[in-house]
């Protein structure tokens, strides 16, 4: 719950960082100072279970249809366009929460995705005259169910006419993206007590960065929030550790998978036979995975191969010299101005 409650709604950039959780609403006035040009509002209705929440945290039943309103606010001065759609709540690679990005595949354990029983009605692309605004609607329909805990997912709201900040020659244009996230949780039932097991174990890529990735699956309808991993992976011809990782602050979606990337950086991966021990844990629960598994040489080529890690690339040494750049930068633009400057005065001097 601390999890959620945490992420009531987010703006976004394309260059910033998502977060995973629930996040606050801010008013009018922080669209126009972030040069959004909109905000978003979410109508609460009476199944609100705390209205001190601004995002939909609604008690919901079974076989039940309901309307849902969002009022999104132009406060420029010209016409704009804002796309909206439906996600549902995942674990992302990072052990967040993802309410922006859905993913293409979903955990067996998944009766219903927020996408499926939330459907946005009419045009999915608003057009807000200036200072005005437009209230769009979704439609739940539960069905006939005895399903009891959270099905979790967001409201997602993006600027369709977004204009370009900036042109570089010889480059593309740049555009800034500006989204909001309206968090949606409903509650059916009695929520469960947590249950997590063990997925598939084995080597990878994660964002071409060379691993070992465990795949911790949250098999019931309850976020898990707060959680920490402390793994140790063994050569199991000797006992020799060959890994070990440590995460915090974890956040599990309802009925996700979280593929937990164990990454070996500049350590190539080997071939051979492997054990895993892992821990997890929050203030109220614990569960201890062992897994017995094995890399093959093919496995291993293919990702040593694909890895960036092999690059030899220190992206500091990468900092460094750029900054070394813009130095070098910034002194011929000084000695340029100097000289200038110098040969002025000489020609002042010289008409004198």
């Not at 601390?2 to 609403?25: A, H, W």
């Not at 796309?83 to 549902?88: D, E, M, Y």
């Not at 979903?106 to 459907?119: H, P, T, V």
């Not at 020659?169 to 909001?180: D, F, I, P």
């Amino acid at each position: 719950m601390l999890g959620f409650k945490r992420v009531q709604l987010v703006l976004l950039t394309v260059v910033g960082i998502i977060c995973g959780g629930l996040f606050s609403l801010g008013d009018k006035a922080q669209a126009a100072t972030n040069n959004v040009g909109y905000n978003v509002s979410a109508k609460l209705p009476s199944n609100q279970i705390d209205r001190q929440n601004s995002f939909f945290d609604l008690r919901m039943n079974s076989n039940k249809t309901q309307k849902l309103q969002v009022k999104v606010f132009n406060v420029t001065n010209e016409e704009i366009k804002v796309k909206t759609a439906i996600h549902t709540a995942w674990t992302n690679s990072a052990g967040s929460i993802e309410y922006v990005n859905p993913t293409k595949s979903y955990d067996s354990s998944l009766r219903y995705k927020m996408s499926d029983i939330s459907k946005i009605q009419g045009n999915k692309t608003l057009t807000i005259p200036a200072k005005s605004s437009r209230v769009v609607s979704a439609t739940v329909k539960i069905p006939k169910t005895n399903f009891n805990g959270v099905i979790l997912g967001s409201w997602y709201f993006q600027r369709a006419d977004s204009k370009v900040t900036g042109t570089v020659k010889g480059a593309g244009n740049m555009r800034s993206q500006y989204s909001y996230v309206i968090g949606m949780k409903y509650t059916l039932g009695q929520v469960p007590n947590p249950s997590m097991s063990l997925g598939r174990v084995g080597a990878g890529l994660s964002n071409y960065h060379r691993g070992v990735i465990a795949d911790i699956r949250n098999t019931t309808a309850v976020i898990i929030p707060n959680l920490k991993t402390n793994t140790t992976i063994t050569n199991r011809d000797g006992g020799k550790v060959v890994q070990k990782a440590k995460q915090e602050n974890v956040q599990m979606a309802p009925n996700t998978t979280y593929s937990y990337p164990m990454l070996y950086g500049k350590t190539a991966l080997k071939a051979g036979y492997y054990h895993l021990h892992m821990v997890v844990k929050n203030t109220s629960h614990e569960w201890v995975f062992d897994r017995n598994f094995r890399i093959t040489k093919a496995q291993a080529d293919k990702y040593n191969k694909n890895s960036v890690d092999n690059s030899g690339i220190n992206i500091w040494l990468l900092v460094a010299l750029g900054a070394l750049g813009m130095l070098i930068l910034v002194l011929l633009i000084l000695l340029i101005i100097y000289l200038i400057r110098r040969k002025r005065r000489k020609d002042e001097e010289e008409e004198e």
